[in-house]
């Protein structure tokens, strides 16, 4: 698998876009995976009476999916030094149906000594942001 | 109303998280993470890797186990009925890798309620135990070898909010 070359990169290259979605099965999925088992991302009643509209997806897997641009684009998993968002909306998800996750990766800064780029991720359902100050250091 | 006076306390070292291969590959299967690392072992040791690398976020999952000590606490006051989750940071000294023996320890650094919301950081140290250890010492200044940092701001809405 080839490694992205620090040098060739400027802020701004877009070096990836794609678009997932979640069903619920997904979201029992990352449940059990993870052991996250709040019944807001499972159980309409209990997602109500908590204030929400019905079941939303964990903010981290939100969080855990969209970075798979990042460690495939940087060839490594392991390159992903850090990386941090804020849940800046719920993720709402229908049943039945999907909700739909726009993600779009830009290169925000280039650090040549330290030899680590900065991955920006846009992520939106709908054109709203979700995630906010989504970033990735990747060391490359 | 979290309850302010759990500010600054440090849960020590607990009992040690086993990565599994089976773990991580399930994990990866959750998060869609298709990068070969996590699911063949050929591919990890390829990339320099003893045995299968986890996912950015993997680190979650031994995070949200430890942190269940202080927040699952009812004396801490955090009502799980009214919590979002408003922001997650990994920072990897190095990756997570299968065969590794974790364990946390855990830090509350800030309590902070404005109006009917209470915002609580905590922190989580990640150390990888080295191999012939099974249990971490209380004398030992580090548990091992520095893994992952993980901090978490959870959002609690009082019962007005």
């Known amino acids: 698998m080839t490694r ?137 | 109303m979290a309850n302010a006076d759990f500010e600054g306390r440090v849960y020590p070292a607990d009992a040690p998280y086993s990565v599994g291969r089976e773990k991580i590959r399930e994990f990866a299967v959750a998060v869609g993470a298709t990068h070969p690392a996590h699911h063949d072992l050929v591919a990890a040791r390829g990339l320099g890797y003893p045995d299968l690398v986890a996912p950015p976020t993997f680190a979650v999952v031994v995070a949200q186990r430890t942190e269940a000590q202080y927040v699952r606490d009812p004396e801490a006051a955090i009502d799980f009925s009214r919590v979002v989750h408003a922001d997650e940071r990994f920072t990897h000294h190095r990756p997570i890798v299968a065969g590794d023996e974790l364990t946390t320890v855990l830090h509350v650094d800030r309590i902070v309620s404005r109006g009917a919301i209470s915002m609580v950081t905590t922190r989580c140290e990640i150390y990888a135990m080295p191999q012939h250890v099974e249990v971490p010492s209380p004398e030992a200044e580090t548990p091992g070898e520095h893994v992952a940092t993980v901090t978490s701001t959870l959002a609690i809405r009082g019962e007005d909010a």
């Open chain 1, 4 to 140: 992205p070359d620090l040098a060739a990169l400027s802020v701004g290259d877009v070096i990836g876009q794609r678009t997932v979605t979640f069903d619920r099965a997904a979201l029992v999925r990352y449940a059990g995976a993870s052991g996250d088992l709040n019944p807001i991302h499972w159980n309409d009643r209990f997602a109500q009476e908590a204030g929400l509209p019905g079941v939303i997806a964990h903010g981290m897997l939100t969080m855990g999916t969209v970075v798979g641009l990042v460690t495939e684009w940087a060839g490594d998993p392991g390159a992903v030094v850090d990386y941090q968002t804020r849940f800046t909306k719920p993720v709402e998800v229908p049943n039945p149906g999907v909700a739909t996750i726009d993600v779009t990766a830009t290169i925000g800064a280039v650090d040549a000594e330290a030899g680590t780029a900065r991955v920006d991720l846009a992520v939106t359902v709908d054109g709203a942001k979700v995630l906010g100050r989504a970033q990735a250091q990747v060391r490359l």
